[in-house]
C-alpha cells in the first residue's frame, strides 16, 4: 500500500482520484478523504517537499537538460522531477531553476508564443471504443529509410492514454506491428471495439487479428466495420506525435544528423545500420516508455469543442463513469489469444531482430547492456562500436 500511495502522490494524481485507485485495490479498508490523509502522513508521504534542497533540484535539472528533458517546459519538467527523481516540490521553483539554468530554452518553449489550429469537433462512448495506431516516422529521416528507428504507439481517444508505444527498426512491416498489437491484447485482456488506422499494407496483420477476435463475440454484424480507415491527418494520435517530436524527438535527432552530417555514418551500409540500431533503438524506447509514463499521468485542461473529458488519461481510462463514459473493452481469455497468435503466425518468429548474429555478438561483449547507456552518450557509443567492429 505505501508503495502504491507513494506512486500516486508522486504522479500528482488529486486525493479524490487516490482514493478511486486505492477503493478498487484496498476493498478490505474503509476509505475517506480523512483516511486517505492519516495514512499518507502515517506513511510520511506529501505532495510538496519543502526541505529539499535547492542544490538537489538544479541537480536534477542539470540531468534532465543534458538529455531529452532539455525539451520539456517548466510544467512537465516538474513532473517529470517528480516521477523519475522523486523530487516534489513546487512549480515555481522549476521555473526558477530552469530560467537560471537555461533561460533561452525555457523563452523558446513558451507555448503561447506558438500559433495553435482551430480544432474540430470529436467525441467518444469511452476508452476502448475507438483506438488511434500510426506509425512515426521522424526519427527515419529521408524517405523514411535514412535511420532504422520506426515508432508505432496506440493511443484511446476517450482518456487520451497511450496504450503502448515500441521503437522497432521498421514501423511499416506487417509483421511487426501485428505482434505488438497482440504483445498489448496479451498484457490487457481487453479487445478495443474499434481501431483507426491508416490504409496501408502495414495495418493488414493487425487488422486481421482484430476481426477475428471480434468476431468470436459476435457483437457486430460486420466485424471488418470495426476497422476505420482514414489519412493520417485526421487520426487522433498525429496531435500527439508533435508532442513526442517536440520534447523527446529532437534531442535525438540532433545526434543522428550530426552522424550523417560527419559523413560518420552511411545508410547504405549494413554494418553502420546495425550498430546504430543495437545503440539508439533501446535508448531511445528507454526515453519514450519515460515519456508516456508523464503523458499518461500528466493532467489534459478543458478544450473547446472537444466533447472528451479533462483530467489524468490513466484515472479517466480507470473510471470512465466519473466522466459520463463507459468502458467498451471486450474482455479476452488466454484461449482466444493464443489461438490467435497460432492463426496469425506472427508469434511464430523473431521479427525484431534483424542484426546479424555475428555482429550482435560483437556487440554484446562491447556493450552488453545498450539500454544503459545515458541518451546524451549514444552518439559516442555509436562511435564506440564502430571503431571495434568491422564488416567480414
Not at 467525441?123 to 529521408?142: F, I, N
Not at 523527446?248 to 545508410?267: H, I, M, N, S, T
Request: charge should be neutral; glycine fraction near 6%; proline fraction near 5%.
Amino acid at each position: 500500500m505505501e508503495n502504491d500511495l507513494r506512486k500516486y502522490v508522486s504522479q500528482n494524481f488529486k486525493r479524490s482520484e487516490i482514493l478511486d485507485f486505492v477503493q478498487r485495490d484496498f476493498p478490505e479498508y474503509t476509505w475517506s478523504t480523512a483516511t486517505l490523509d492519516r495514512r499518507l502522513r502515517h506513511f510520511g508521504i506529501y505532495y510538496i517537499n519543502y526541505d529539499t534542497p535547492v542544490a538537489a533540484v538544479s541537480d536534477a535539472v542539470q540531468k534532465e537538460l543534458e538529455g531529452p528533458g532539455k525539451l520539456l517546459g517548466y510544467r512537465a519538467m516538474n513532473q517529470k522531477l517528480r516521477t523519475e527523481h522523486n523530487v516534489q516540490v513546487p512549480r515555481h521553483l522549476v521555473y526558477n531553476v530552469m530560467a537560471e539554468l537555461d533561460p533561452e530554452g525555457l523563452e523558446a518553449r513558451n507555448l503561447q508564443r506558438k500559433k495553435k489550429k482551430v480544432k474540430g469537433h470529436f467525441t467518444s462512448e469511452g476508452p476502448l471504443w475507438v483506438v488511434s495506431l500510426d506509425g512515426h516516422d521522424k526519427l527515419c529521416g529521408y524517405q523514411n529509410s535514412t535511420f532504422p528507428l520506426g515508432v508505432y504507439a496506440g493511443i484511446d481517444t476517450f482518456s487520451r492514454k497511450i496504450l503502448f508505444l515500441f521503437v522497432c527498426y521498421s514501423n511499416s512491416n506487417p509483421l511487426v506491428i501485428g505482434k505488438m498489437y497482440l504483445r498489448y491484447l496479451f498484457e490487457s485482456q481487453m479487445l478495443p471495439r474499434n481501431l483507426r488506422v491508416d490504409r496501408g499494407t502495414e495495418t493488414g496483420k493487425m487488422a486481421t487479428i482484430h476481426v477475428f477476435l471480434l468476431n468470436q463475440h459476435g457483437i457486430m454484424d460486420d466485424p471488418t466495420d470495426s476497422i476505420i480507415y482514414g489519412p493520417s491527418t485526421s487520426n487522433k494520435i498525429e496531435r500527439w506525435w508533435r508532442e513526442l517530436h517536440e520534447r523527446l524527438e529532437k534531442f535525438f535527432k540532433e545526434q543522428l544528423v550530426a552522424l550523417l552530417r560527419g559523413r560518420e555514418y552511411d545508410p547504405h551500409v549494413a554494418l553502420h545500420r546495425q550498430l546504430l540500431a543495437y545503440v539508439f533503438i533501446p535508448i531511445v524506447q528507454r526515453e519514450c516508455d519515460i515519456f508516456v509514463k508523464y503523458w499518461n499521468c500528466h493532467r489534459i485542461r478543458g478544450q473547446d469543442k472537444l466533447e472528451i473529458p479533462a483530467g489524468v488519461p490513466d484515472h479517466i481510462f480507470s473510471f470512465p463513469e466519473q466522466y459520463g463514459g463507459t468502458n467498451m473493452g471486450i474482455p479476452l481469455s488466454n484461449d482466444q489469444l493464443r489461438e490467435v497468435a497460432e492463426v496469425s503466425g506472427v508469434m511464430d518468429e523473431d521479427v525484431f531482430d534483424f542484426i546479424d548474429p555475428r555482429v550482435k555478438g560483437e556487440c554484446l561483449q562491447l556493450l552488453p547492456n545498450p539500454e544503459k547507456v545515458e541518451s546524451k552518450n549514444a552518439i559516442e557509443a555509436f562511435r564506440f562500436l564502430k571503431r571495434n567492429i568491422t564488416s567480414p
